[in-house]
Structure formats: C-alpha cells, structure tokens
C-alpha cells in the first residue's frame, strides 16, 4: 500500500527555519489537492497551507508571510518551507494528498521551536 512519508522535521531555535517534504513510496494517479495539517499537544488538528494542482495556495491566518507550500507533480512531492518560526508552531506536522478515490496522511513529524 503506498504510504506518504515526511521529512525535515526537528528543533528549531525562535526565528529560525525548517522545510518539510512529503514524498509517496509508490505511484499515485490524479493527485488534486495536497495539504499539511499539524497537531500541538492538546489541541486538535488543524490546517496549516493547501494547495491544488494547479498551484493554487492557502494559508492559515497565523502563518501567512511565513510559511510557503509548494508541490513537485513530476515527483509527486510536497514542500513546506517554514521561516520565522514561533514557539507556537510547535506540532506534529501531516501532509495529504487527496484523490478523487481517497485522501493519503503521512505518518507526521515531529516540529518544535525551542530556545
């Protein structure tokens, strides 16, 4: 069964940056819409930046002018570039990708911004 799985994830310092990828172990046909989504400790889950393809993007208020989503389509990959990171950023990160069959979750990875 072909799994999302992600990377980049890690300790940041305040300020600082991280980018994200999420990559499928196999081929998936017709990908629409790709996302990340993230997780703090208590909190639900809620969304971070969407974008189509045709590159359409979205952002949460709290991370726009921060946070860039972009998508590779010949390699099925999604980025997530994160700038001026806050303590509040602080989650577990998932990417989708939706299809018209289903939606694929990455197993998450771990983001926390800490002096």
């Known amino acids: 069964q072909v799994q999302l799985v992600e990377s980049g994830g890690g300790l940041v310092q305040p300020g600082g940056s991280l980018r994200l990828s999420c990559a499928a172990s196999g081929t998936i046909a017709r990908i629409n819409r790709m996302g990340w989504y993230r997780q703090a400790p208590g909190k639900q889950r809620e969304l971070v930046a969407t974008i189509t393809s045709g590159g359409s993007t979205n952002y949460a208020e709290s991370v726009k002018g921060r946070f860039t989503i972009s998508r590779d389509n010949a390699k099925n990959t999604l980025y997530l570039q994160m700038n001026s990171l806050k303590p509040e950023d602080t989650a577990v990160y998932y990417c989708?990708?939706?299809?018209?069959?289903?939606?694929?979750w990455g197993q998450g990875t771990q983001v926390t911004v800490s002096s």
């Open positions: 989708t990708f939706d299809t018209w069959r289903r939606t694929y």
